[in-house]
């Protein structure tokens, strides 16, 4: 199991060949995984996200609350029918100073800016991974090909988005990375050479890229957002990124004071942090002048069957059977799975598939599957399960969740299904899910936006795997019907509603066993202040401060949970 850390601590932390930047205000962090692309149309995963998103910006953003605030993105307008946004962008916005630019002067950004850079990630010769936040949403000619005017731009300052069927939560979809601006003039000078030239709008700016060595972020001195008082941000001088791919080594380096930021360490190292009760240690934030935070995180857990028919030889398995794979959802006990092996990092999946994160989550609607080995045994014998036929089912998994499944694995034993656990590599084992290759498997859903329609786009019978997210080919006409209305409900509160009730379809023909949703841990010490964040995992640095422990001790602790507002002119 990984956690996901924040953390900010003091020390100056200064590398050797890093001398320029002795002095000023530095923001480390390390990026245990490496980084791929600085372009935003390949921000696929937290690497890319999380350095992308220091050096450009997009028309919406995200606040801790998870609602959406604009960004660039100065006026919007949705028609009545749903289907057209008008959205007027900032004035005076400018790209980074770049060679690809007359005179090397970055210039004012423009509606223009975003026809383009959205129609790019379209573009097959991009082979953005990000293709699919538009493709099933925009305006489709009488061919049913993407119109070439789902996106205009009606002047300078105003651009225009037409959809080719209502979709709620797209204003979300515009807060992505995928969406963010870049200039054509220096995609066309650096070609596939951009993923190490970025331009863009952002509160920084690159200076340095030494693929798995270093990456360097300056203060984009041109950056047009200001706090309340009329300062320029960032407040930042500079944020350095290392590439240490061994996790102990990286804890060890924070622990130096080499880093002011930690994200994801190993489960061994929980108990150095969290009590068994799942509480933070109060030595260790003593010890290292630290708060511990331990809030949501928008992932969900799951086992899944594979409900394809078509699949199997045998039409009475097991797998298709409601009440089978409810007498395996009886059959495990969440919370002992959270505290004995999560450390109650985690919360237990005693709803339905969309997280705690959610606005919409309310386990008292949605009401899960409790611990109760009798009613498993009483569900599988009503299935009619035959051990004698099926004397034991494979299930696929990853090193990484390897006690997990051995957990479930004796829980399944007690009332009599066995279980062979099958690991493989993560690349391999996404392969085989995606594909339908396997019929019993272990899933996760990280969000791609803060929306519910995002966990329950999961089961509806369009989107099947690999094209989409379906990867259970879950298929119920009335669950698509609910799924179809949502989408084109504004209403937030209806569609909450509409989200329970698809949420609960879930849960009664459960396609997927809900094991537990994640948590997050942060660390903050005393000498950063303003370290943002949201169950989405964003790092946003524009309004981070730093400096001594002593200096800013006192002002981080009597500001705490305070937010920096920003202004515009």
Not at 35 to 53: G, V
Not at 67 to 92: C, M, R
Not at 209 to 238: F, H, S
Not at 319 to 326: I, Q, T
Request: glycine share 6%; charged share 25%.
């Amino acid at each position: 199991m990984l956690l996901v850390l924040f953390a900010s601590c003091g020390g100056d932390g200064n590398n050797e060949g890093q001398n320029d930047l002795a002095g000023k205000k530095v923001f480390r962090y390390n990026q245990a995984e490496g980084l791929s692309s600085l372009d935003p149309a390949f921000a696929r995963n937290q690497a890319n996200i999380w350095a992308t998103t220091q050096l450009f910006s997009g028309l919406f953003e995200l606040t801790d609350e998870l609602y959406t605030a604009p960004n660039l993105a100065d006026t919007w307008k949705i028609s009545e029918d749903g289907l057209v946004y008008t959205i007027t962008i900032q004035k005076g916005v400018k790209f980074h100073d770049n060679d690809c630019f007359e005179g090397g002067e970055g210039r004012e950004l423009k509606a223009s800016d975003f026809v383009y850079s959205f129609k790019r990630i379209l573009d097959p010769a991009t082979a953005s991974t990000g293709a699919w936040v538009f493709r099933d949403k925009i305006k489709a000619n009488e061919n049913g090909e993407i119109a070439e005017d789902w996106v205009t731009a009606v002047d300078d300052y105003t651009l225009q988005i037409t959809l080719k069927e209502p979709f709620a939560p797209f204003l979300e979809i515009l807060t992505m990375p995928y969406t963010f601006p870049v200039p054509q003039e220096a995609v066309e000078k650096y070609g596939k050479d951009f993923r190490t030239n970025p331009v863009g709008t952002g509160p920084f700016k690159l200076q340095t890229w030494k693929e798995n060595n270093t990456l360097i972020m300056v203060k984009n001195e041109d950056y047009w957002r200001k706090d309340i008082n009329g300062k320029g941000l960032p407040y930042l001088d500079a944020v350095e990124v290392s590439f240490i791919n061994d996790k102990n080594q990286e804890l060890l380096t924070f622990q130096q004071g080499n880093l002011d930021f930690v994200s994801g360490i190993l489960s061994a190292s929980v108990d150095l942090i969290l009590n068994k009760d799942g509480q933070p240690k109060a030595e260790f934030e003593k010890e290292h002048k630290c708060k511990i935070f331990k809030e949501p995180y928008l992932n969900t857990e799951y086992i899944g069957f594979m409900m394809d028919k078509s699949v199997y030889e045998d039409p009475n398995h097991p797998f298709l059977n409601k009440d089978f794979r409810k007498a395996l959802n009886y059959a495990i006990n969440r919370e002992e799975l959270v505290s004995g092996l999560l450390n109650n990092l985690g919360r237990p999946g005693n709803s339905g598939i969309v997280p705690a994160a959610l606005p919409s989550f309310d386990e008292d609607v949605v009401k899960g599957y409790s611990y109760d080995t009798k009613k498993a045994e009483e569900l599988l014998k009503k299935s009619g399960y035959d051990a004698s036929k099926y004397p034991s089912f494979e299930l696929y998994t990853t090193i990484q969740s390897k006690d997990i499944i051995e957990y479930l694995k004796n829980q399944w034993n007690s009332i009599g299904v066995d279980v062979n656990i099958q690991i493989n590599q993560v690349p391999q084992h996404q392969e085989m899910v995606d594909n339908g290759k396997v019929k019993f498997f272990r899933g996760s859903w990280l969000g791609d936006y803060p929306d519910a329609e995002n966990y329950l786009s999961m089961f509806y019978s369009k989107y099947y795997a690999p094209a989409g997210p379906n990867k259970t080919h879950f298929n119920n006409a009335k669950f698509d019907s609910l799924y179809n209305v949502a989408k084109e409900t504004n209403d937030g509160f209806k569609r909450f509603d509409l989200y329970q009730q698809m949420d609960n379809i879930i849960v009664d023909e459960a396609p997927v066993i809900v094991l537990f949703y994640d948590e997050v841990i942060r660390l903050v010490h005393s000498n950063v202040k303003n370290l943002e964040s949201n169950p989405m995992n964003v790092l946003k640095l524009e309004k981070v401060d730093k400096g001594d422990a002593e200096t800013l001790a006192a002002s981080t602790e009597s500001s705490e949970g305070s937010e920096v507002e920003i202004i515009t002119e």
